[in-house]
């Protein structure tokens, strides 16, 4: 059986736009975000609140969290690393937040600079201070499915490292297939692990279809009771660490299927593709998304 | 390989369909040393059937027009079955003369895909396919039902399951050892999937099923992964991915074979492919044609090194 209803987590504007070559200019990311508004998405990733020295895609973050049009009943969370990215999303209105750790050492190392337990401290002091403030956080867990470096990630690291945050306050946690290594049978394992740490309710999958497993793993995720799914718009955000290869899913490819198994999710899909066209235009890009793809010769 | 994840079949046996429903429906034609090449090339893929071409007038199939010459010119490896396409009685004759041990008909679940596709109705060409099945028969040649529009119709948009059910049956009594369910246009879902199996496994039995799922909407694995937690267990799929949709321009059409390993493989699925000689022929029909693979998998894999 699967839920009734999917929430639809757009990841677009943040780990798409961030994951592209072209950097987009902030009028173009606004414009992205308001469109995003008119489809019935309830959660667009707006930005993130890290130096321009690391992510100089996201430079523009105060600007872009400020211009946007916030819809109420629209959440629009926003990346914070650490305590001043926190402090600075806050400062720019921000309402939600999210952070990200990692089931893989190597992983974290190399990517933020510091071990799994680092990262969790620092951590806390954002969720320290995100309690203060009534500010939901969402926790993060890339590399549930497989690492660039490690390879195979035993599930029961992710149990742990998904049960840490989850206990520190995090409302939900997205399990990342960061590589988009994984299949149905390493989703289903993978899950049946942390399931027993953290509840389905609050969990969440964030699929690459890197390899083209994307929708079957997310359907055995829903199989199995999860029923919030992270996606991109176009499919935007390639992987960084297989060059040329796609990266996010694409949001309209999740939506087909979904509104195929009679799920309701609230997103209307025509108007999800228009918003896909306007930002591969401004990308000067083809989409990823297959039903766009097939769609616009109709 | 994982352990094989409960409730899944064991086995499964994939259809190549690349340098038929493939080559088919790509535009460059391809010349008949290159066609053969692949063909060989998949032969030691551990691949256990391969269809090979269509014997059909070339006149509506140009891409196909050396039926004959692939036919003769192929390595046949034992183990590995060899169908092709025979349209008609004449095609039939056509393709044992050949040499040809297997060969495949292509009934419809639409009225209106069968007349726009082979100028007639369905049963029309039911009687059409019944002067084939008996010839083979008499032959000892099996023969492979395959039903178009399982999911969909260009024309006709939804199409009801008890259709689809009710070509399959006529095919399955008039003697196909198997049917392959096509979506044709790969706007299935595996709401759909699940409906349309349910529908046609009452009439038939799931030994006897197959899936050919098109990826133009992204959904063909879901949509495999679906048929097979349903029992099925063969799979068509082509190289590469291999062969757009001639009704939705520049959009792809077949699932690439690569990418249905990788699942199947990570399901602790035994399917007895090499998933990388699958890659390398893929590679090499991709660079003869100067054309990017559509199979994901190969894509990571080529630019992460591990090919």
């Not at chain 1, 490819?253 to 591969?280: A, R, S, W």
Request: neutral net charge; charged residues 20%.
């Amino acid at each position: 059986a699967y839920p009734k209803r999917v929430k639809v987590v757009e990841v677009g504007p943040r780990d798409g736009l961030q994951n592209e070559k072209n950097v987009v200019p902030t009028p173009v990311k606004i414009n992205l975000i308001n469109m995003l508004s008119e489809t019935g998405l309830q959660v667009i990733e707006a930005t993130s609140f890290v130096s321009p020295k690391w992510v100089p895609q996201m430079a523009d973050h105060t600007e872009v969290l400020q211009g946007i049009n916030k819809f109420p009943g629209i959440s629009y969370p926003v990346l914070t690393p650490n305590l001043k990215g926190f402090q600075a999303a806050v400062a720019a209105g921000a309402k939600e937040v999210s952070i990200f750790g990692a089931a893989s050492e190597r992983f974290t190392q190399k990517n933020i600079n510091c071990s799994i337990e680092e990262s969790l401290e620092r951590f806390e002091e954002v969720m320290k201070a995100a309690k203060e403030a009534n500010i939901p956080v969402r926790g993060y867990v890339s590399c549930v499915l497989g690492c660039p470096y490690e390879g195979k990630i035993s599930a029961a690291k992710v149990a742990e490292v998904s049960k840490k945050m989850y206990s520190m306050g995090c409302y939900e946690i997205s399990l990342g297939d960061t590589i988009g290594v994984g299949t149905p049978g390493s989703m289903r394992e993978m899950l049946a692990v942390v399931m027993k740490e953290v509840p389905v309710g609050a969990l969440a999958v964030h699929c690459h279809d890197t390899y083209g497993q994307a929708l079957a793993n997310i359907l055995v995720a829903l199989q199995m009771g999860v029923s919030v799914v992270d996606a991109s718009v176009a499919g935007l955000g390639g992987c960084p660490y297989a060059q040329g290869a796609s990266g996010n899913v694409a949001t309209e490819d999740l939506v087909y299927m979904l509104n195929g198994l009679g799920i309701h999710t609230g997103v209307d899909l025509q108007k999800l593709m228009d918003t896909g066209t306007f930002i591969c235009n401004a990308l000067n890009r083809k989409t990823n998304s297959k039903v766009s793809q097939a769609s616009c010769r109709l | 390989q994982e352990p094989q994840a409960c409730g899944l079949p064991e086995y499964i046996k994939i259809v190549e369909v690349g340098p038929r429903d493939g080559l088919q429906n790509e535009k460059v034609i391809v010349p008949t040393d290159i066609k053969i090449e692949l063909i060989n090339q998949l032969s030691k893929t551990g691949l256990p059937a391969i269809e090979v071409t269509s014997f059909v007038s070339s006149k509506w199939v140009p891409q196909m027009a050396d039926h004959e010459e692939v036919m003769r010119g192929i390595e046949r490896h034992p183990g590995v079955q060899y169908p092709v396409l025979t349209p008609n009685l004449q095609g039939f004759h056509s393709a044992i003369a050949a040499g040809a041990t297997e060969v495949s008909v292509f009934g419809a679940a639409s009225e209106s895909f069968s007349k726009m596709n082979i100028n007639c109705s369905i049963e029309e060409s039911i009687e059409r396919f019944e002067e084939v099945i008996k010839s083979a028969r008499n032959m000892n040649i099996p023969v492979r039902g395959y039903v178009s529009c399982a999911l969909g119709c260009p024309y006709e948009g939804n199409i009801v399951p008890d259709k689809v059910a009710e070509v399959s049956k006529r095919l399955y009594s008039m003697g196909c050892y198997e049917i392959s369910l096509g979506d044709t246009i790969g706007v299935g879902t595996p709401g759909s999937m699940k409906k349309m199996l349910e529908a046609v496994m009452k009439e038939i039995p799931l030994s006897a099923l197959a899936v050919h799922c098109h990826d133009t909407y992204g959904q063909a694995l879901a949509n495999i992964l679906t048929a097979i937690q349903m029992g099925v267990a063969v799979v068509d799929s082509s190289v590469a991915g291999l062969g757009g949709c001639p009704y939705a321009k520049g959009a792809t059409g077949n699932v690439a074979t690569e990418d249905v390993i990788y699942m199947l493989n990570g399901l602790g699925i035994n399917t007895g492919v090499n998933l990388r000689a699958v890659m390398e022929a893929g590679n090499f029909i991709c660079t003869a044609l100067n054309k990017k693979t559509n199979s994901k998998v190969a894509r990571a894999s080529f630019s992460t090194g591990t090919i």
